[in-house]
């Protein structure tokens, strides 16, 4: 079955950096596009960034174009995010999504936490 595990979650002060992982199973991950979302408390899920299949193409929301960076490793199966200048509105659970054959596949996701 598919499956999708992230870590890398935790704590943070104001201007720091956190790296996230999903490592992926049960299906050919260099086949799909890969996403970042997140939801803050009482907030709505939100797209972060995408990634392409191939890795040549990524996307980012404007409130984290320049600090953060998506990134693939097909021989790993696995999806990255890099956040850097991580401020307290990136508080969030963080989730890493993808979809085939009209069906939408998430983690469980991890907890970012950025606080002085």
């Known amino acids: 079955q598919v499956q999708l595990v992230e870590s890398g979650g935790g704590l943070v002060q104001p201007g720091g950096s956190l790296s996230l992982s999903c490592a992926t199973s049960?299906?050919?991950?260099?086949?799909?596009?890969m996403g970042w979302y997140r939801q803050a408390p009482g907030k709505e899920r939100e797209l972060v960034a995408t990634i392409a299949s191939n890795g040549r193409s990524t996307n980012y929301a404007d409130s984290v174009q320049g600090r953060f960076t998506i990134s693939r490793d097909n021989a790993k199966n696995t999806v990255y995010l890099q956040m850097n200048s991580l401020k307290p509105e990136d508080t969030a659970v963080y989730y890493c999504?993808?979809?085939?054959?009209?069906?939408?596949?998430w983690g469980q996701g991890t907890q970012v936490t950025v606080s002085s």
């Open positions: 999504n993808t979809r085939f054959f009209s069906i939408a596949y």
């Open positions: 049960g299906f050919t991950f260099s086949n799909y596009a």
